[in-house]
């Protein structure tokens, strides 16, 4: 499955998602590719150290080179690539769905997939299903940026267990 995970900068939500779903499907032996994006970028940004410290603080992420990331704006074909697009927010599902009307049955918020899809079903009934509800801006996954540390961990800590139980909900 190709999933891509999307924010605003691509610098710390997405990020931080992205490389919890990889490390989840290193160690779960799932087939997942996956990629992140911004909906408005600066192309080749890093990730601010404090996102780094988040993703450190996360003892189950393993061994990753963090470092390596590079922000990278949203195109039409990074959403054509993704089986599922998983949304910081619903303005990011949005905006996604406006730049790939035709997939935007596979774009959802995270929050909001791990809340309604149906376990034990097909990815594509999942997205069916959760695709078709309002979009819930108070299911958005808050923006750290401008916080301190404790903000990106606390982002941090929501992100791992919405990548744990999308993982468990796609997996059954």
Do not use: K
């Not at 924010?7 to 160690?27: H, K, P, Q, W, Y």
């Not at 890093?46 to 590079?70: C, I, K, N, P, Q």
């Amino acid at each position: 499955m190709n999933i891509l995970t999307v924010c605003t900068g691509n610098v710390a939500r997405s990020a931080m998602l992205g490389f919890m779903l990889t490390s989840i499907a290193r160690e779960s032996a799932s087939q997942w590719s996956v990629r992140s994006a911004g909906t408005h970028v600066i192309e080749g940004s890093t990730m601010s150290s404090r996102t780094r410290d988040a993703l450190l603080s996360v003892a189950e992420l393993g061994d990753h080179r963090f470092s390596a990331h590079r922000s990278h704006q949203l195109t039409p074909r990074d959403v054509a690539w993704a089986d599922v697009v998983l949304a910081a927010e619903a303005d990011h599902v949005r905006f996604v769905r406006r730049l790939a009307p035709r997939e935007m049955a596979r774009v959802v918020q995270i929050r909001q997939f791990v809340l309604h899809a149906p376990p034990g079903e097909p990815i594509g009934r999942q997205l069916a299903v959760v695709s078709g509800l309002e979009l819930d801006a108070t299911l958005d996954v808050a923006d750290p940026a401008g916080g301190d540390q404790g903000d990106y961990d606390a982002i941090a800590r929501s992100l791992w267990r919405l990548a744990l139980d999308f993982a468990a909900l796609t997996s059954a």
